[in-house]
């Protein structure tokens, strides 16, 4: 690609565009819509994940009024996600096990997912809370994504990943050329760069160890410290669960899914009163054994892809990575 | 201000006798943590652990918040005959959280004979994301303290950036009225002064010299961001409820969608609920993953508690919380008269 | 794009709109003022829906909070004079509650006047009539209630 300049004010007939910009926090987001001049290209991740896209916090799934049932509209026009980092996209194959694989179809996931294009942006300057190389990705790895792009010096370096990227690198051939073997060149370097930076965590055999690791007393020391406070699963790309609730008045019940946290004391607790989750040590050793072990046995697929946002934005600075490292060593 | 290092090794002489003569079981203080610009609690149960301890510009957490937990009463019968007895807890608690543990000993939630409290005099804590922002795109691979009390943070390509403690400072301990634990077993630290007792009412002063329309603008717009995680609830010292109203679902009084009525009003209860017990220690602010003020409705609140009834908490153990207590002459100012 | 829902909000002309005001009222005292406006034959505006609770200690503030967002123009909260509680001190109690609770819905933004407070007595028929008098009048001027609503 020979210019830095994203077309997205092309896109903008066909959908929805979101791209990087500051806002009013002065945090770096994927914002809707933002005049070329404010686009930040230089961040390292954005606060939230880009799974709110497909999986809202808040989706009403059907209405009731007056005894009859509307099903809200699904969405008509496209929308295109441009800078979504390649740990984020990853996490899209995840949540793509959960939501359309085997016996469940989730149309509300399955909608938004068809019609939401990703461009990924690879990661030149990881964070030392990423560990996106050991949990099967990396910083230009391009899974989940449609059209992966490395930022070089004074172009971007772009590549389809999917028919879509295809189709949509196609539909702005104009502002392409064909990589320079000097352009190819310069991004494996500075993708290299970022791979040396990331520091490994001890993934291996990780359900394996789990398994053997269930009764050990690494579990209550590292746990006790846990609020509760469901800041880690909210944040997190994969993280999936929901509450679904029906809200009444008069003749009018909309049912919603919101997010929900295993994290949560309520998460598990029976309408006996029993909850097998009873204390912070269960419930956070399930978070682990979910994305580490029972993840790699039912679907193949660790569910974590390394961003690092539970252990930045943890209020307790809890660390997983600390759990994956000593747990069966 | 006494230097970090000095308390440091107060804190861990402190915890090490403690616990070497069981007169703790359980030691409750900040440790490092795997990340710059950050501190993680600390459970301690044999005195050689005693050196993890850590004092620094980030022992930020409120550590009082762990303390219901220690002494939750057994659910029934067989519980009870299985459960230990209640631990003697030593904890670390600055001003803000001594107060947030006198709160939870007035409301019977921990037994003050079971604790030991150390106290420390704080000079404001710094806010993690305020270090950030300075640093702009620059991260910190490495942070420590210098004689004045700034932080010096190590940022990639290995220059080190320093942070004046003054442009670092927490908003809730800018407007800390008790830096200095007015009950504690152990004091460390030089007794630290108010630096600004007079911030947090010009704060809701200004506030509510905006019109109406414009406070309750304000008020949406801050609460937009809100993901309906429940962090602040959870970090916070005071809300231990075994089931909290916004959770519950007989009747469901408030939803959990992001609809900002749902959000207000869930804001709205949690600051009601803290009235008179909220000390401003701004775990709740802190914990909020979303960087919202959560402070803004209670710091108000807790005003209206001081001119109404002339009661801060955690000021006095043997005080009666003031929504369970009343006067024949409270102020009725706010009636209607047909 | 945290939220995906549809909310339209319903929209009512002018000259239809009438105030719809909740009214907590303690059983022992207010509810049987109420009860002697009506018996008495006093004329009082018809836009309160009472609720009727065993003492205004009893009103959690959550209460009005749901019923603002149920879509009720204006609350009132109404017990027994101080120290004519028929639970003793139940009305002193809420009277703290309700201090506190009207000062941080005016901070919030929410207009005073959705929000009243009063004592009436078992024998204030005229008293309750007049209450109601006010409270409509009041709500009516401040137009539908459109903070806190939610629409489903």
């Known amino acids: 690609m020979t210019e830095k300049r994203i077309p997205h004010t092309d896109l903008r007939e066909r959908g929805g565009v979101y791209a990087p910009a500051r806002d009013e926090a002065g945090d770096v987001a994927l914002t809707e819509a933002p005049p070329a001049e404010s686009l930040v290209l230089e961040y390292k991740n954005f606060r939230l994940s880009p799974k709110a896209f497909f999986f809202p916090q808040t989706q009403t799934l059907l209405r009731f009024k007056g005894g009859k049932a509307e099903e809200p509209s699904p969405p008509d026009q496209e929308t295109f996600l441009f800078g979504v980092r390649p740990c984020d996209a990853r996490a899209l194959l995840a949540l793509d096990e959960v939501f359309l694989e085997g016996d469940q179809h989730d149309p509300y996931y399955a909608r938004l997912r068809e019609k939401t294009v990703v461009i990924v942006l690879a990661c030149t300057r990881p964070m030392s809370s990423c560990f996106c190389a050991s949990v099967g990705g990396g910083p230009s790895d391009g899974a989940g994504a449609d059209v992966l792009a490395v930022g070089l010096e004074a172009d971007l370096l772009v590549r389809a990943q999917t028919p879509r990227g295809e189709e949509l690198l196609s539909s702005v051939a104009d502002l392409l050329a064909d990589a320079t073997p000097d352009a190819v060149k310069e991004a494996e370097e500075r993708i290299r760069a970022a791979e040396d930076q990331i520091a490994p965590v001890n993934v291996d055999n990780s359900a394996q160890r789990l398994r053997d690791g269930y009764d050990s007393p690494l579990w209550e020391a590292v746990s006790q410290k846990c609020l509760g406070c469901g800041t880690c699963s909210f944040l997190c790309p994969t993280c999936h669960c929901f509450d679904i609730t029906d809200e009444a008045r008069g003749d009018t019940v909309r049912r919603v899914r919101t997010w929900d946290c295993c994290a949560y004391p309520l998460f598990t607790l029976h309408a006996s009163g029993h909850n097998p989750r009873r204390t912070p040590k269960e419930r956070w050793r399930q978070r682990v054994m979910h994305k580490f072990r029972y993840a790699v046995e039912n679907f193949d697929r660790l569910f974590c892809v390394g961003c690092g946002r539970c252990i930045r934005n943890c209020p307790a600075s809890m660390d997983l990575r600390t759990a994956l490292n000593e747990v069966g060593a | 201000m006494t230097p970090s290092h000095e308390i440091e090794a107060r804190l861990r002489e402190a915890a090490e006798e403690l616990l070497r003569d069981k007169k703790v079981d359980l030691f409750l203080g900040y440790e490092k943590a795997s990340l710059p610009f950050r501190t993680s609690p600390a459970f301690l149960t044999m005195p050689e652990e005693a050196r993890r301890l850590a004092w620094n510009p980030f022992c930020t957490a409120n550590l009082a918040v762990y303390l219901p937990r220690l002494f939750k009463a057994p659910a029934d019968a067989r519980e009870a005959k299985a459960a230990s007895p209640p631990p003697a807890v030593g904890v670390v608690l600055k001003g803000c959280d001594i107060r947030s543990a006198v709160a939870l000993i007035q409301e019977r939630q921990v037994p003050r004979e079971k604790l030991v409290i150390v106290g420390v005099a704080c000079p404001g804590m710094a806010d993690r994301r305020k270090a950030e922002k300075a640093l702009g795109e620059r991260e910190a691979l490495g942070a420590g303290e210098d004689a004045e009390g700034n932080v010096r943070a190590v940022v990639e390509d290995g220059t080190e950036v320093i942070l004046l403690r003054e442009e670092i400072v927490a908003g809730a301990c800018l407007e800390c009225r008790s830096p200095t634990p007015s009950i504690h077993d152990v004091l460390i630290g030089t007794p630290v002064e108010a630096r600004d007792p007079g911030a947090a009412r010009r704060q809701t002063d200004e506030f509510e010299s905006k019109t109406l329309g414009a406070r309750w603008a304000h008020l949406q717009e801050t609460l937009s961001k809100c993901i309906r995680c429940n962090a602040c609830r959870q970090a916070c010292p005071m809300c231990y409820c075994k089931e909290c109203l916004l959770d519950q679902t007989l009747p469901r009084w408030v939803g959990t969608s992001t609809d900002i009525s749902d959000v207000t009003i869930y804001h709205l209860v949690r600051a009601f609920h803290t009235a008179g017990r909220c000390t401003e220690c701004g775990a709740c602010a802190r914990a909020c993953p979303m960087g919202i003020d959560t402070r803004l409705l209670v710091r108000k609140v807790s005003q209206e508690v001081e001119d109404l009834y002339g009661y801060r908490p955690g000021e006095a153990i043997d005080a009666k919380p003031p929504l369970s207590a009343f006067a024949m002459d409270d102020s009725q100012d706010f009636l209607t008269e047909p | ?152």
Not at chain 3, 31 to 45: E, F, K, M, N, T
Not at chain 3, 99 to 112: C, F, N, R, T
């Open chain 3, 1 to 152: 794009m945290m939220s995906q829902t549809q909310n339209t909000q319903a929209t009512v002309s002018d000259k239809d709109w009438e105030p719809k005001i909740v009214a907590f009222l303690c059983n022992w005292c207010s509810y049987a003022g109420a009860d002697l406006a009506g018996v008495s034959r006093i004329q009082y505006p018809h836009n309160v829906r009472v609720i009727r609770v065993p003492c205004s200690g009893r009103v959690n503030p959550a209460f009005l909070l749901r019923a603002l967002q149920n879509g009720a123009d204006g609350v009132l909260v109404s017990g027994c004079h101080p120290g004519d509680c028929h639970y003793i001190s139940g009305n002193l109690v809420a009277r703290r509650k309700f201090a506190l609770l009207k000062e941080l819905l005016q901070y919030a933004g929410i207009e005073p006047q959705r929000v009243q407070f009063t004592w009436v007595s078992a024998s204030e028929g005229g008293r309750f009539a007049a209450v109601v008098e006010k409270v409509v009048e009041d709500v009516r001027k401040l137009g539908p209630n459109d903070k806190l609503v939610k629409v489903l």
